[in-house]
């Protein structure tokens, strides 16, 4: 089964960083593409970042470029979203997404989904 579990949320200033995790299980991590969605609360879900093992692409929403970095571990079938200078507009539901069998970022390939995990930035 096809599994991702994001992780690393929480409560942090305004300014300050955190750095999410989404462990991906149930398929060979060699040929995907996993993205970081989120969605606020009233708000519509917003794409923020992806990569693509295929070349290695990086994309990112312009909310958050400069901001955020995305990066993956492939040894340990996990990617992560180094968060810097968070705002409280980043406030959000946080969610990994995943093509497990191409390299895809397009929306319509992120089929598989996570649970979510938390990020709260206080002003």
């Known amino acids: 089964e096809v599994q991702l579990v994001e992780s690393g949320g929480g409560l942090v200033q305004a300014g300050g960083s955190l750095r999410l995790s989404c462990a991906a299980s149930?398929?060979?991590?060699?040929?995907?593409?996993i993205g970081w969605f989120r969605q606020a609360p009233g708000k519509e879900r917003e794409g923020v970042s992806c990569?693509?093992?295929?070349?290695?692409?990086?994309y990112y929403a312009d909310s958050v470029k400069g901001r955020f970095t995305i990066s993956s571990d492939n040894a340990k079938n996990t990617v992560y979203l180094q968060m810097n200078s968070l705002k409280p507009e980043d406030t959000a539901v946080y969610y990994c997404?995943?093509?497990?069998?191409?390299?895809?970022?397009?929306?319509?390939?992120?089929?598989?989904w996570g649970q979510g995990t938390l990020v709260t930035v206080s002003s």
């Open positions: 990569i693509s093992s295929s070349d290695g692409s990086t």
């Open positions: 997404a995943a093509d497990p069998t191409g390299g895809h970022c397009q929306d319509r390939y992120l089929e598989v």
């Open positions: 149930g398929f060979t991590f060699d040929d995907y593409a």
